[in-house]
């Protein structure tokens, strides 16, 4: 088989994985869905290509200069959308590994593959309209080409230095931390550190207008990076397949804890000692959690050291969110996990009831988390302390027990040790995708109208928010025991999903 034969098979088969996606075998609902939204997100793109270009040309430096200089804020916010869109090309090689196939061919296919894929034009969304509106009239198409192809090659060498991060992130969490460190430490000492001399923002400046003017060091600079990239991460990749198709276990030793401060609360005290022993040894569900504690932090962190709000509706939206987003994050899947469990599970009904009751005690115990750091804007000054009483107690008593009543309708099992991003937990049901998409866009809806109802008293609404959120928490039995009613009503058309979607090898 030739080189050209075995990239037409890779291309068929990846085409062919697309269309068998489990998010389009549920049903037209989540193919329109899919569509709708990658529409959505192109127009926002356009959107903000226009409103860039339009309001950039009255700036003191050329408007393709400035989003050069800034172009190292898009490769990180790239860098980090990819982790819901790319996987590694070690997880796609198993069905090949039978075949008389040079893995190390298969390898530079899968990279090639990578660097021309769809998901690295995504952003000419941005650049395209924005390009028109500024290139043309100064430097004619030819600039704009040279413009698009510039960042183009940018983008895939953003893909191979994700895909570098990826690899190891896969073998520990805690790697996420150096492309964290090293975004940090570029922005701060590029932009930050020194106004007069930002060296990043005139490096990627004068980088870019090479692309424009075509100059020659400006394409053959990207494109050596790019080809040392492809041939480390071939190399990284050679590393890893057998790991990969083996699935090596790299389970940690978990000392056992006995937690006995939790005997005293009976079986919802087992539940919680069950959800933590999940978190510390369960791959998926700790990954899950450490990504929202992370959003979570970062909510929070912006709040108190930044100015990253600029009226009362963005206060109290950016400030719930920091209260919402773990839970938002870790119950969407709420009973899917335990999906590997059910039949046991339903062995005593009653266990449902105390299973439910814990995992909203736990997540409340967590707003614990974003209300101290919180406390550091409310000492600034920034916040009142029924504010962030009032959003905590509204995440509680409103968007937690929304969330819940994902807990009737989800029936498909996540695998507890397979990857966060991998095709077999990137299942989802049309209940699902509206309830989570309502509990992120709802609580905006309901902030905006108290805020516009109470105009500039700053009490009415952070105080309506915690009434409101008061209640929804003091009902917590009530609403649960609804849940648990509703939940034995599907039981058997959920417990057949379950088991049609579990790991059986």
């Known amino acids: 088989m030739t080189i050209f034969q075995l990239y037409r098979l890779v291309a068929h088969n990846q085409r062919l994985a697309a269309r068998r996606h489990p998010m389009f075998s549920r049903g037209k609902f989540m193919k329109v869905f899919v569509y709708l939204m990658a529409a959505f997100w192109a127009g ?146 590029g932009y930050l550190h020194d106004f007069d001399n930002q060296w990043l923002f005139y490096a990627t400046l004068y980088l870019g207008r090479g692309f424009i003017e075509w100059k020659w060091w400006s394409f053959i600079i990207p494109i050596a990076i790019a080809v040392i990239m492809f041939f480390v991460n071939q190399w990284g990749q050679l590393a890893s397949i057998y790991r990969e198709i083996s699935k090596e276990s790299t389970a940690m030793k978990v000392k056992t804890q006995k937690m006995s401060f939790l005997d005293r609360y009976g079986v ?18 700790r990954s899950q959690f450490y990504i929202g504690v992370f959003y979570t932090l970062l909510l929070c962190l912006l709040l108190a050291f930044t100015d990253i709000y600029d009226n009362a509706f963005m206060k109290v939206f950016i400030l719930i969110y920091c209260f919402a987003c773990l839970g938002t994050i870790t119950l969407t899947n709420i009973m899917c996990a335990e999906g590997n469990y059910m039949d046991l599970l339903m062995s005593r009904k009653e266990s449902a009831m105390a299973l439910l009751k814990a995992k909203y005690l736990f997540n409340c115990i967590m707003l614990l988390l974003p209300m101290l750091i919180s406390l550091i804007p409310v000492v600034q000054g920034k916040f009142t302390l029924l504010d962030i009483i009032g959003c905590m107690f509204f995440a509680s008593g409103v968007i937690f027990p929304f969330l819940f009543q994902l807990a009737v309708y989800n029936n498909i099992t996540i695998d507890l040790n397979n990857k966060v991003t991998g095709k077999n937990n990137m299942r989802g049901s049309k209940t699902q995708v509206i309830m989570s998409f309502a509990a992120l866009f709802l609580p905006m809806f309901i902030m905006y109208g108290l805020v516009v109802a109470f105009g500039d008293n700053k009490v009415g609404a952070p105080l309506v928010m915690l009434i409101i959120g008061l209640i929804g928490t003091a009902l917590y039995p009530v609403w649960i025991k609804n849940i648990y009613k509703r939940f034995l009503a599907h039981r058997y058309e959920n417990m057949e999903g379950f088991r049609s979607t579990r790991k059986t090898s």
């Open 268 to 285: 919802i005290g087992e539940y919680l000692k069950l959800e933590i022993k999940s978190i510390r040894r369960n791959k998926v569900v």
């Open 44 to 189: 926002y793109l356009i959107f903000f290509g226009v409103i860039f270009g339009t309001a950039l040309q009255e700036d003191s430096i050329e408007a393709y200069d400035r989003i050069n200089g800034g172009m190292i804020f898009f490769l990180i916010v790239d860098f980090f959308l990819r982790f819901m869109a790319q996987e590694t090309p070690a997880q796609e090689i198993k069905p090949y590994k039978m075949l008389p196939i040079s893995q190390k061919s298969l390898i530079s296919i899968f990279l090639v593959r990578m660097g021309l894929q769809p998901f690295n034009l995504m952003w000419f969304f941005f650049l395209v309209p924005f390009g028109i509106l500024c290139i043309p009239q100064l430097w004619g198409i030819t600039g704009l080409l040279g413009f698009l192809l510039g960042w183009w090659l940018m983008f895939v060498i953003n893909a191979y230095w994700y895909l570098l991060w990826r690899t190891l992130i896969n073998r520990k969490m805690l790697f996420v931390l150096i492309p964290i460190a090293i975004y940090a430490i570029l922005v701060y000492f």
